[in-house]
């Protein structure tokens, strides 16, 4: 017997686990994950987007609208909470993220100033707003590859 030829690529892999992770969201709307990997390709730190930890997520708001009870107001974005969600923010140095989503321009700040040196993301579904345009500026001046997904939904097969 010869080992299978269609497992999964590392691409795959990382996008699976970002996958998986935008799962535990409990936004009502959006639901993103990101996976953090280094050049050895080690995972380094995930993270969903979600209320900061210690915050009731049944006392805040899940609304979309504006003012005082928008989510938009405290929710944690996956990037940001896994770069805080590294154990060793040196570790991030020269690493890829995965994410489900491209990043707002406030990731996008995190992502830079952690030292994480590409973004491979699954859906662009903001690409037209101001704050996915900045995120491109911000990305394209400090040298951060920027890089769609092309890769299968992986499914498990048992015999």
Same mark, same amino acid.
């Given at each position: 017997?010869?080992?299978?030829? #269609?497992?999964?690529?590392?691409?795959?892999?990382?996008?699976? @686990?970002?996958?998986?992770?935008?799962?535990?969201?409990?936004?009502?709307?959006? &639901?993103?994950?990101?996976?953090?990997?280094?050049? /050895? +390709? +080690?995972?380094?730190?995930?993270?969903?987007?979600?209320?900061?930890?210690?915050?009731?997520?049944?006392?805040?708001?899940?609304?979309?609208?504006?003012? @005082?009870? $928008?989510?938009?107001?405290?929710?944690?974005?996956?990037?940001?909470?896994?770069?805080?969600?590294?154990? #060793?923010?040196?570790?991030? &140095?020269?690493?890829? !993220?995965?994410?489900?989503?491209?990043?707002?321009?406030?990731?996008?700040?995190? @992502? !830079? &100033? $952690?030292?994480?040196?590409?973004?491979?993301?699954?859906? #662009?579904?903001?690409? #037209?707003? /101001?704050?996915?345009?900045? $995120?491109?500026?911000?990305? $394209?001046?400090?040298?951060?590859?920027?890089?769609?997904?092309?890769?299968?939904?992986?499914? @498990?097969?048992?015999?």
């Amino acid at each position: 017997m010869s080992k299978r030829t #269609d497992y999964i690529s590392w691409d795959e892999y990382f996008m699976g @686990i970002a996958v998986n992770s935008a799962m535990r969201s409990k936004d009502p709307s959006t &639901q993103v994950g990101a996976c953090i990997v280094n050049p /050895l +390709k +080690k995972v380094v730190s995930i993270g969903y987007n979600g209320m900061p930890s210690g915050v009731d997520d049944d006392k805040v708001s899940w609304d979309i609208k504006d003012g @005082i009870d $928008s989510k938009y107001l405290y929710v944690a974005h996956a990037e940001l909470n896994a770069i805080l969600n590294a154990k #060793d923010g040196s570790a991030l &140095q020269n690493t890829k !993220i995965y994410v489900t989503l491209f990043p707002c321009n406030e990731c996008a700040k995190a @992502i !830079i &100033q $952690s030292g994480i040196k590409e973004v491979v993301y699954a859906e #662009d579904k903001y690409k #037209d707003t /101001l704050a996915a345009q900045a $995120s491109r500026r911000l990305f $394209s001046l400090a040298g951060v590859k920027m890089t769609p997904y092309v890769g299968r939904v992986p499914v @498990i097969h048992y015999e």
